[in-house]
């Protein structure tokens, strides 16, 4: 390829020429020194190859010594406002461009040729001489020498960039909204960022975003951060039709609407007076859909002038309408998990985690505004019996009929919960101090319950026996009136059923603890009473036993091995929870180090730490004592909380993990998906791994509902980067589902109950070959 050749290859774009332009001006500099001495006076510019240079669609030009134009090509000549690009020649580009933007230039191009050394590839900002936007180029410059080696000049050539930079920058903000979905930013936040990014990049252009209903009908505002707030409020709800604007037709039809001008178009004939008040002339919509096609919401565009949209309007938009589509189908798909999370799958009535979540908030404002709440805990009375005669379908026909009743019966304010099975639990809120109607709405609950129900051809009548504490009264916290008002149940159903009872502030001898047992437990303490069993924790994958729970137990002289749920309560209550806990956590450690120290695999050792152990002060140096003592490594150790632990005071309890975190201990989440777990608590504290209770493992694979929740969850605490533990794994089917799941540990009789120290050796030694082979 000769020289000239070589230059119009580079005109053309001839893909076997380099590929940077710091490359490409070199290849040029060559072309052109070879065609002839770069020498201004003499007319190399004569040949044709001035004219090839001319329709380089980049910029190119050389300059003399004192940086004045010796030659520059047509589209450099252009950029100056010059239509003649001789007239360019002996010019400078003081004489063009703002001083600041030639004094930098100017700077730059006396370095090259001083130092004798090229520029490749720099990003140089362009003024607009029609006052519009500047530009910016990649600019590469090379000294020009003579034959004799001495630099005389510099040639230089540009390209225009400004497009390329613009679709950087709208990468970076297209990545900086995806960020913000992963995560998980409020909804309004990151639709407002999207209509301000197609903002930003278009001219006299205002944007929203509504979103359709769940039932498909009407639209509300999502985002409109530049549209007249009064015409978003009077747009807000509106119902989509075929003939309802721009937006609501979209949305009606699936389809993208332009209406070049808003007062003579069809579509806008019941909405014209309300857009001329705010010169939206010109709205272009484009429904949001999903991948199967359903509507989500709309993205319109506003102009104040009358015209259509350009072709990259629309492609901003479509991209718009995919980011939006993603982040509302995120926001609907984790309003349907914590719904599912929330709510009981039988009556569709909220379960323990909504009623946890939303009793702390009711006392708050009761103590605030000095308001009473009132707790009635409810039991079916003989509901055993329908199940048994009438089969379990009809039991469960009745508890949704009744459910249903209850929520009539009450206000807008108050609601029920399902605890479990036939127990029911209302809370009557914002009540006035000197409210007196309680017993009477009750009572009215109590008839409508009562009345028959047709259930399946047969008329079935169910009473119900209601217990009933009041706060401030009965209690100060959601526990106190959870316990209170069951008590006051149970004293209703020995009563003789279907009675209503408020709770007495005295022990009922006959449902309650003797004092004799607490102080018989008090001594179980300190005369080694207490003991620990242990039960593995083993890899979904693998099948060896990575871990163990510490279980207590308490040898009672006379009643034989007690487990934790009868004495657990009576330590919570007498305050003998503390020291119950210490002896779990350093006999743990201790027996944990005593393993490592036999040559066993080294294993998690998983303490639970109750609630007022986790709220006292010393819970941290206890910790250390125990692994100091015991010489056992802090990784080795794992702490379980519960979510409801945690929630009571959300800033202490993030200093308290951290500084367990601080030790090196693993932390984990107890019994999620109990009803008291939110998905909040996953994101807000530093847990390691989420331990699925048992009570969720125990429907599956059976039940659809619960198959949903479980791999939400496993999916969720995988994408936090948490190990998830599934508690309670009895049966073949649910290991193979939690296999499938990618569940990463088991726990449950399935492997072993729990053992004391001495059958875990056993284990270890030879067990973790059969837990393989079952595990395959």
Known sequence: MNEMSAVRSLAEGDLSTPETDGEKLLAVTQALLAAGSPDPSE????????????????????????????????????????????????????????????????????????????????????????GGKTTCRLTSKIPLRNDRNEVIGLIGISRDITERKRQEQLRRRQAELLEMIAKNEPLEMILEALVLLVEGELIGISGSILLLDP?????????????????????????????????????????????SDTETDPLWEDFR????????????????????????????LYSPEVREPLASELELVAVATHIAGIAIERKRSEDRIYF????????????????????????????????KVTVTYIDLDNFKDINDSAGHGAGDDVLKELSARMVNCLRASDFVVRLGGDEFLVVLVHQASHDVGIARRLRELQKAIARPLKIRGNEIVVTCSMGIAAFPSDGHTPEELFANADAAMYRSKRLGRN????????????????????????????SNQLFVDYQPQVDVASGAIIGIEALVRWAHTTQGVLLPGRFIPLAEDSGLIIPLGLFVLNEACRQNKLWQQMGLPPMTVAVNVSAKQFA????????????????????????????????????????????????????????FGTGYSSLSALKTFPFNRLKMDRSLVDALPR???????????????HKLKLAVVAEGVETDEQFEFLRESHCDIAQGYRFSKAVAPEAIERLLLDGCRAFASQSV
């Open 340 to 371: 599912m999370a929330h709510h009981d799958d039988l009556t569709g009535l909220p379960n323990r985690a909504f009623l946890k979540d939303q009793m702390a908030k009711i006392l708050f404002q009761a103590r605030r505004h000095k308001r």
């Open 273 to 300: 007076g309300v857009v001329a008040q705010f010169n939206l002339r010109s709205c272009w919509s484009t429904p949001i859909v999903t991948a199967q096609g359903n509507v989500l919401g709309t993205i319109a």
């Open 616 to 671: 006292d002060p010393a819970l941290a140096e206890h910790v250390v004592e125990a692994l100091e003592l015991s010489g056992l490594e802090p990784q080795w150790l794992e702490l379980e909380l519960t979510e409801s632990t945690l929630m009571e005071d959300v800033p202490r309890a993030l200093a308290v993990m951290q500084a367990l975190k601080a030790l090196g201990v693993r932390l984990s989440i107890d019994d």
């Open 703 to 717: 039940d659809e509902t619960t198959v949903a929740i479980a791999s939400a969850v496993i999916s969720l605490a």
């Open 43 to 130: 007319s190399i510019w004569d040949l044709k190859l001035g004219a090839i240079v001319h329709e380089l669609p980049d910029f190119f030009f050389v300059k003399d010594r004192e940086s004045r134009f010796v030659f520059a090509n047509a589209a450099t000549a252009r950029s100056a406002g010059l239509d003649d690009p001789s007239a360019l020649a002996g010019r400078s580009d003081f004489e063009l461009w703002p001083h600041d933007y030639a004094l930098q230039f100017h700077a730059v191009e006396q370095d090259i040729m001083a130092k004798g050394q090229p520029r490749l590839d720099m990003e140089e900002l362009i003024p607009s001489l029609t």
């Open 499 to 526: 009675t209503m009872q408020h709770y007495a502030d005295k022990r009922d001898p006959e449902s309650s603890v003797p004092l004799s047992e607490e102080e018989e437990f008090r001594y179980a303490i300190v």
């Open 215 to 259: 039932e498909g009908l009407h639209l509300f505002h999502g985002a409109a951060p530049n549209i007249p707030a009064t015409y978003s409020k009077l747009i807000d709800g509106v119902a989509i039709g075929p003939k309802v604007g721009s937006c609501g037709t979209a949305a009606w039809r699936g389809e993208r609407v332009i209406v």
